[in-house]
T-cell receptor, first 111, second 114 residues
Framework: QQQVKQSPQSLIVQKGGISIINCAYE??????FPWYQQFPGKGPALLIA?????SEKKEGRFTISFNKSAKQFSLHIMDSQPGDSATYFC??????????FGKGTRLHILP | DAGVIQSPRHEVTEMGQEVTLRCKPI?????LFWYRQTMMRGLELLIY????????DSGMPEDRFSAKMPNASFSTLKIQPSEPRDSAVYFC????????????FGPGTRLTVT
């Protein structure tokens, strides 16, 4: 019940295309859903986060879509650029309980 | 601010040796986290502290691992004795308060146990 399942494991997208990464969770008590971006040799960094009182959050080219009834949330990267090539992690947590990360998606944007 | 500082950045040691990883969180942050990252297991939370007190250590693999936070500006993760399966990148992160606020990760320590 504590798992966060992320898919796909890897993704290749043409420059200018839309990258979509999906996550599913089971614990309905989760109330914080962040996405982290990690470049090779670096630590993860927060990209965007959402709480379940909204169904969508957009920051620039990055959008989180949240479906509470389906217990799913996804990251959409519009107009994908080679600089977006990185590993993306979804995560979920509740209050002071530890955060649970998905296994990650390696995204490669073709120039 | 310099961000989260970790040392050393790389550590190579022989099986059976003691390894100590160090972390300085961002000033003013009340929560500190230790993670381990491997290809097989992804990013795993080992332990986290709130106001220097360990809150959840359920991710610590076994008694060979221990973590301390003697004050708000310093934490250590110790492995004694080390084993080859401990080889991984270890990250320290800090946040203003708890897991459900933005976590700022350090650059990591790449540990290789031969």
């Amino acid at each position: 019940q504590q798992q966060v399942k992320q898919s796909p494991q890897s993704l290749i997208v043409q420059k200018g295309g839309i990258s979509i990464i999906n996550c599913a969770y089971e614990n309905t008590a989760f109330d914080y859903f962040p996405w982290y971006q990690q470049f090779p040799g670096k630590g993860p960094a927060l990209l965007i986060a959402i709480r379940p009182d909204v169904s969508e959050k957009k920051e620039g080219r990055f959008t989180i879509s949240f479906n509470k009834s389906a217990k799913q949330f996804s990251l959409h990267i519009m107009d994908s650029q080679p600089g977006d090539s990185a590993t993306y992690f979804c995560a979920a947590s509740k209050g002071d309980d530890k955060i649970i990360f998905g296994k990650g998606t390696r995204l490669h944007i073709l120039p | 601010d310099a961000g989260v500082i970790q040392s050393p950045r790389h550590e190579v040691t022989e099986m059976g040796q003691e390894v100590t990883l160090r972390c300085k969180p961002i000033s003013g942050h009340n929560s500190l986290f230790w993670y381990r990252q491997t290809m097989m297991r992804g990013l795993e939370l080992l332990i986290y502290f709130n106001n220097n007190v360990p809150i959840d250590d359920s991710g610590m693999p076994e008694d060979r691992f221990s973590a301390k936070m003697p004050n708000a500006s310093f934490s250590t993760l110790k492995i004694q004795p080390s084993e080859p399966r401990d080889s991984a990148v270890y990250f320290c992160a800090s946040s203003i308060r708890g897991p459900s606020t933005e976590q700022y990760f350090g650059p990591g320590t790449r540990l290789t146990v031969t």
